[in-house]
């Protein structure tokens, strides 16, 4: 029996071969025509330039974000510094006003102190009396509601810094230098001294 190889004159016949044409989607193994690869290149690169432009704008934002943060923080030195200034002046302001108003009544009170004297010098000789006396006693209390104080008194220890001594002796009775006499009554403010006490002054005994 002779087969079909040898009949045909021993020539071997190939089998058909299939050529694939189509491409094949590795992940999802669904096929993928030209058009829709066209189509995925296409998306792939449009998100590409989206995602570069919401980079570009997302550092554009923070730059002006940066901007606008070092404008606040200027503008919030700029007033605190003018609030510092501010307080400053204020501060200021109210301590020249207590000493102007320092100095007015000073200067009111040492004008005074001739009238003060009369008035004290009356009083020791007992000539204040009637509507006189009511009127010392309320520009002497006027006075004092300002700050004025009239000081000096016999027997406090002698202080030259306040006091001055017109009149000078010794006594075994004192044991440091001593006012024995107030010859006119001093007037001073809670700063200044207007005008010093005017004693006699004893010192103790050498």
């Known amino acids: 029996m002779t087969s079909h190889d040898e009949g045909t004159g021993g020539e071997e016949h190939e089998a058909p071969r299939v050529t694939d044409k189509r491409r094949i989607d590795p992940e999802t193994g669904q096929v993928r025509t030209p058009e829709e690869q066209v189509l995925a290149d296409a998306a ?14 997302l550092v554009e934002t923070q730059k002006l974000a940066a901007e606008r943060l070092e404008e606040l923080q200027r503008a919030q030195a700029a007033h605190y510094n003018l609030e510092q200034q501010y307080s400053a002046y204020v501060k200021r302001s109210k301590a020249e006003a207590i000493t102007a108003h320092e100095r007015g009544v000073a200067a009111l009170a040492e004008a005074l102190i001739p009238v003060l004297d009369d008035v004290a010098l009356a009083r020791q000789h007992g000539d204040l009396t009637g509507p006189f006396a009511s009127i010392a006693e309320k520009l002497e209390s006027t006075l004092e509601r300002f700050g004025v104080e009239r000081y000096g008194e016999a027997g406090e220890a002698f202080d030259p810094n306040v006091h001055e001594a017109l009149m000078h002796a010794h006594s075994a009775d004192v044991t440091e230098p001593t006012v024995q006499a107030v010859l006119q009554p001093g007037y001073r403010t809670k700063d200044r001294v207007l005008r010093a006490a005017r004693v006699a002054v004893v010192d103790p005994e050498a």
């Open 44 to 57: 792939e690169t449009l998100a590409g330039a989206e995602e570069a432009v919401v980079l570009e704008g």
